[in-house]
Nanobody, 122 residues
Framework: QVQLVESGGGLVQAGGSLRLSCAAS????????MGWFRQAPGEEREFVGA???????YYADSVKGRFTISRDNAKNTVYLQMNSLKPEDTAVYYC????????????????WGQGTQVTVSS
C-alpha cells in the first residue's frame, strides 16, 4: 500500500520560510519522481516543482528562486524548502509520485498525499 504523508505546513508571515516534508512508503522511492502541487480555494491544482529519480529539479516560474526541492532516498522523503513566502503562496500543498521522470501535469501522477495547509499572512 502506497502512502505519501506531508507535514510541515502552518501559518507564517510574508517573507518567512517553511519546509514541507513528504514521507513515502510502499514503493521503491528512489525510482520515483516526486512532485509538489498546490491548490488554493476555488483554484485548480497547480504545479509547484518536481524532482526526478536522478535528482534533477524543475520549478514553476512563480516559485523559482524562492523554493527548493530535495530528496533523501535513505529516508524515503522529499522536501520543499519555501523561502520569501508571499500571501499568494497560500494553499494546500500536495506531494505526488510517479515513476522516474517528473511531469508538470497533475494527471501524470499516480499517488498523492493528503495535503498540508500553508497560510502566509501579509
Amino acid at each position: 500500500q502506497v502512502q505519501l504523508v506531508e507535514s510541515g505546513g502552518g501559518l507564517v508571515q510574508a517573507g518567512g520560510s517553511l519546509r514541507l516534508s513528504c514521507a513515502a512508503s510502499g514503493r521503491t522511492f528512489s525510482n520515483d519522481a516526486m512532485g509538489w502541487f498546490r491548490q488554493a480555494p476555488g483554484e485548480e491544482r497547480e504545479f509547484v516543482g518536481a524532482i526526478n529519480w536522478s535528482g534533477s529539479t524543475y520549478y514553476a516560474d512563480s516559485v523559482k528562486g524562492r523554493f527548493t526541492i530535495s530528496r533523501d532516498n535513505a529516508k524515503n522523503t522529499v522536501y520543499l524548502q519555501m523561502n520569501s513566502l508571499k500571501p499568494e503562496d497560500t494553499a494546500v500543498y500536495y506531494c505526488a509520485a510517479r515513476p522516474l521522470t517528473a511531469g508538470f501535469n497533475p494527471l501524470l501522477y499516480d499517488y498523492w498525499g493528503q495535503g498540508t495547509q500553508v497560510t502566509v499572512s501579509s
